[in-house]
């Protein structure tokens, strides 16, 4: 399981996520909520997707399950032919480390630390060289605009900064997928900008996979692709046309 582990996942425009008949039922008493109802749909290698719906629809729900940070009740998870849901504890942590990228509501730093210590923590975790890290975290945050802000902490940056910064923190170890959770929620309304700007120049230029779950409906103008949920369960999907206009995807 090892070598799967580390083996590279496929080509550009390949099936990167698949996930079928997921389920997530959560039993609070006598009570079972049926958070998530048998979703299904595919991520594509280099999309730039968002999940949306109403509050309530399951949207941060199934972006757990799929970044590992829950255990659904049923369904799979695929990713380059592994069914994730199979792996281990140990091997799910070893996966979420060098896969996945995360990036959430809460910016998540450490407050004692600098940007550039904060970004290369998962890099260390991955027991990679110190030369190594410290020249992959200083480039990775000269990627998301920060490269004059290396030293700085969490108290000396905007929101806006903070939150590039854990950008640059989920991109260390070159993750085939970034997870963002409502990645703007805290945010005004220029730093939103900015930060969906970023996404979507990592996606055009590297070819980054992104999957974001927001509640903004102007929001869509950034992705390439819309999934939407109602009820914990697949609603509609819209994709956005090179020249901007909504129209209905077709799988």
């Known amino acids: 399981m090892a070598d799967d582990l580390t083996s590279n996942i496929g080509n550009e425009n390949e099936i ?7 389920t997530r039922i ?9 958070a998530l109802n048998n979703v299904t749909f595919n991520i594509k290698r280099g999309e730039f997707a968002a999940i949306m719906g109403k509050s309530g629809s399951g949207k941060s729900t199934l972006l757990h399950q799929l970044g ?6 049923s369904g799979e998870i695929n990713i380059g032919g592994i069914d994730i849901l199979k792996l281990s504890e140990s091997e799910k942590a070893k996966f979420r480390l060098e896969r996945f990228g995360y990036v959430f509501q809460e910016y998540a730093l450490l407050p004692e630390l600098t940007a550039l210590e904060n970004v290369f923590l998962p ?18 945050l000269e990627q998301v605009g920060l490269g ?4 700085h902490r969490p108290r000396e940056m905007s929101g806006g900064e903070q939150q590039r910064v854990a950008i640059a923190r989920a991109l260390i170890n070159d993750p ?20 969906l700007q970023l996404f979507q120049k990592l996606n055009r230029e590297i070819g980054l996979t992104v999957l974001m779950v927001t509640h903004e409906p102007e929001d869509r103008k950034y992705v390439s692709r819309v999934i939407w949920l109602k009820d914990g369960e697949l609603a509609e999907k819209e994709g956005i046309s090179e020249a901007g206009n909504l129209q209905i995807a077709k799988d």
Request: glycine share 6%.
């Open 123 to 140: 890099a260390m975790a991955r027991g990679r060289k110190k030369e190594d890290y410290l020249k992959t975290g200083t480039k990775t």
């Open 68 to 73: 590992l940070l829950d255990t659904p009740t």
């Open 16 to 22: 990167l996520l698949g996930i079928r008949n997921l």
């Open 148 to 151: 004059a802000r290396l030293h």
């Open 176 to 195: 085939d997928i970034l997870f963002a959770d409502e990645p703007t929620a805290n945010l005004d309304s220029a730093s939103s900008r900015q930060i």
């Open 26 to 34: 959560y039993t609070m008493g006598e009570v079972r909520v049926r």
